[in-house]
Structure formats: C-alpha cells, structure tokens
C-alpha cells in the first residue's frame, strides 16, 4: 500500500530537476500551508502531494421509550488523508488513516487517468454505488451518510473500478469488482462482488459538497442515479442483490438529496430490506448558518414494525467555509429499536 505514495513522492522530486540542465538549478517546489492542506508541488505543478486531517467530537444525548435518559460523549474520527499526483493529475494516489479506536488503513488506492474521460481506480477504496458515498465526509449536511449507505451498500473492498464521463459530468458510467470480505480471505470460497452505476446530469456534474451554498449560490443541476450491486455472501449460493436510486437537486442556496433501494437475497424465498432517505437543506446566512431536514425509513418486508426517524432537523454553524462546523440536531425514532428523542452536537475541524 506504500508503493504508489512512495513511487509520486520520488517522482516529485526526482523527475522534475532531471528534466532541467545540469547547469541549470531546478527551480524551487511551491508550498502551501493553510486551512485546505499541507501542499507541496513541483514549480510546474505536474508532481506534488498534500496532506489533510478530519477531526470530529460528539455530544449526544437520547430518551428512548422505556429506558432511562442517556448522554454520551467522545470524539469520533480522527482522520488523516496524504494524496499524491504525478504527470499532471493522470497518477494519483491516495493513503487515508483513522486513529480512533484501532488505527488503520481506510484507503490505499491509485487513480489512473490517462485521457480525460477514462479513470481507473486500483486498491482499497469506497464501493461508490450510491451517490452520497462520493461526498466528502466534512462536506455533508448531516451529521452521518443516512442508514441506506450502509445497510445496502457494502463500504469499503479492495478491488478495481472503470469510470467513463463526458468532460462536464452529464453523463457517467462506472462499473468495478471487489473483494467479497472486508477481511481478505475470510470467506475465500465466495466470488468476487461488482457493482455498476449510471448518473445522468443534463446541467453538468453537481457540487461534491453536500450543502454548496455555504460558499454562495449554487449553480442549478439536478442529477438522477441507479446503481445496482451483486454480492455474495457466506457461500457462493446466498449471493445478495441490491438496486439503489437517487437524485440530487443543488440551485442557488437549496441542496437536495432522495435515496431509496432495497436488498434480497437470490436463491431463496424473497424478503427484501429496504430504505428510503429524503433531505433537504438551504443556507439562511452565506458562510455560516445552514438550516435542513430528513426523513429517513426503512425496513423488511414480512415485518410490520418499520423503523422510521422522523423529523430529523439540523442547524449548522459555518466559519472558514467547511473547515470549521458546529452541527445541531434532533429527531424522533417512532417505531422499532431506539424508539424515543435523540439530540447531538458535533464539532468538526476540517484541515
């Protein structure tokens, strides 16, 4: 997982003097220091990296139906991202680190982007069947992706992806293999799982921020997407299928997000899990105060007791664009486990 990191970083600092006369020095790399990164470049920009960090800290506070009032409180992610380029952005690399609870690995991937349309993707990484899963974590509206990311989709394989896009992101296409296991080998008998996905655009690729308004009127663009992802489970006969939707609708200071899809197992007598998310969010004041709402549902056929959390509100305090946030938030579970009040407050520094 070092390989690629190590190979741009020796790039950067090799290839560019040896493209300049012995007689000659090499001009100096450009550094950066601020609230978006720790940069370092080569003078023409074809080779660099930077280094960016993620710190999240949690109040939260719950009184569920028969039980007692409960708060708690820690920090929850801790997070460092070291990214590398070479050749103009057509190699890239990426090691991301979470140091909250057992530290680890999350990412370790190289990108491959030899023409402009075309992008190969090697390594650990995200399984990007959804499209909240393509939004940054400091730049979403909530405090977490809703429950659909991780009860239908599989989060992070090591695998390969294809991606195909027109230049301005109206349309996209993507498909990828991965691993069966988040731990390799596991269950080695059980094929590979792939996923496809399909994202039509008319107005061009939305904001990957999930509230781009916090740095002015948004652009209009609406975007519909289906992805549909085959996963095995512990045996190559309980393979798994999952289909999810979504749309995504970002004008001026409004920022929408629909998701909904469902999972059954192939093979045996359907009993499909399904899930449903509906947010919207606006900014009241540019650059610091946002304002949104989300309805979230899901659920298993044959069981009448539908787990629903609604209304989910929050309030966000802006400085420095993301890098700085104070979320607010509360919503009411009415059915199934959990039943009663949950309130939160998050703290994020975005570096």
Known sequence: M???????????LVLPSAAVGADEPPPPPVVKVGWRSLSI??????????????V???VGLTAEVQDEVGLSGDVTRVRSVLRAHGFGH??????????IGTPRVLDARLDLHPVPFLLVTLGQQIVPVTRAWSIPLGTLAFRARSPLNTTLAPGR??????????PEGRVSMEVGVFAPDATPGLHPAAPPMAYARWVGAPWGAPSASEVPGIQGAAAGRIALGLG???????????????????LTVQVGPLSGLVEGGFKTRLG???????????????????????????????????VPETTLLTPEVVVGLYALQHHLRLLASYGYRVRGEGAGHHALLQAQVAL
Do not use: M
């Open 268 to 302: 045996a007598p359907p009993s499909p899990v399904w899930s449903a998310s509906a947010a919207l969010t606006t900014v009241l004041v540019r650059d610091r105060l946002t304002v949104g709402g989300r309805l979230l549902a899901e659920g298993r056929k044959g």
């Open 41 to 54: 470049d080569s003078a023409t920009g074809d080779f660099g990296v930077a280094v960016t960090g993620l």
């Open 56 to 58: 999240q800290a949690e």
């Open 90 to 99: 057509r190699v890239s690399g990426q090691l991301q680190f979470e140091f």
């Open 2 to 12: 070092r390989v690629p990191a190590g190979l741009l970083l020796f790039s950067l």
């Open 228 to 246: 549909a992802l085959l996963s095995p489970g512990d045996t190559a006969s309980q393979e798994v299928v999952s289909v999810i939707g979504d």
């Open 157 to 166: 394989r090591f695998g390969a992806r294809l991606a195909v896009a027109d």
